[in-house]
C-alpha cells in the first residue's frame, strides 16, 4: 500500500528554519520531491531529487535557501526539506510526492501524494 506522511511543519517567524520530512511506503521510488500550495494561489514544485543518484533540482523561489535531502538509510523513500531563512511568502501547505520514474520524465505530474504539512511564516 502506498503512503506518504509528512511532518515537521509548525509555525515561525520571518528568518527562522523548519525541517520536514517525507516518508514512503509501498515502493522504492525513483523521484521524490516537494510541492507547496497557498490559499488562491497554484501549485509550486519547489524541489525534487533523484533518489538513485541525488540529483536536484529547486525553484527559483527557494534556490540557496531550502535543501533537500535523503535519508542514508532509506534513500529511495525518504526525504528531507531543510528550509532556512523563511519569508511570510513561503507560508503554506507543503506536500511530499513521489513516482517510480525518473524526475526528468514525470516532473511535476508525480503519481503518488501525501495530505500536506502546514507551514505559516509570521512577520
Known amino acids: 500500500q502506498v503512503q506518504l506522511v509528512e511532518s515537521g511543519g509548525g509555525s515561525v517567524q520571518t528568518g527562522g528554519s523548519l525541517r520536514l520530512s517525507c516518508a514512503a511506503s509501498?515502493?522504492?521510488?525513483?523521484?521524490m520531491g516537494w510541492f507547496r500550495q497557498a490559499p488562491g494561489k497554484e501549485r509550486e514544485g519547489v524541489a525534487y531529487i533523484y533518489t538513485a543518484n541525488g540529483d536536484t533540482y529547486y525553484a527559483d523561489s527557494v534556490k540557496g535557501r531550502f535543501t533537500i535531502s535523503q535519508d542514508p538509510a532509506n534513500a529511495k523513500t525518504t526525504i528531507y526539506l531543510q528550509m532556512n531563512s523563511l519569508k511570510p511568502e513561503d507560508t503554506a501547505m507543503y506536500s511530499c510526492a513521489a513516482d517510480l520514474r525518473s524526475c526528468g520524465v514525470v516532473w511535476p505530474a508525480l503519481s503518488y501524494w501525501g495530505q500536506g504539512t502546514q507551514v505559516t511564516v509570521s512577520s
Open positions: 509501498g515502493y522504492t521510488y525513483g523521484c
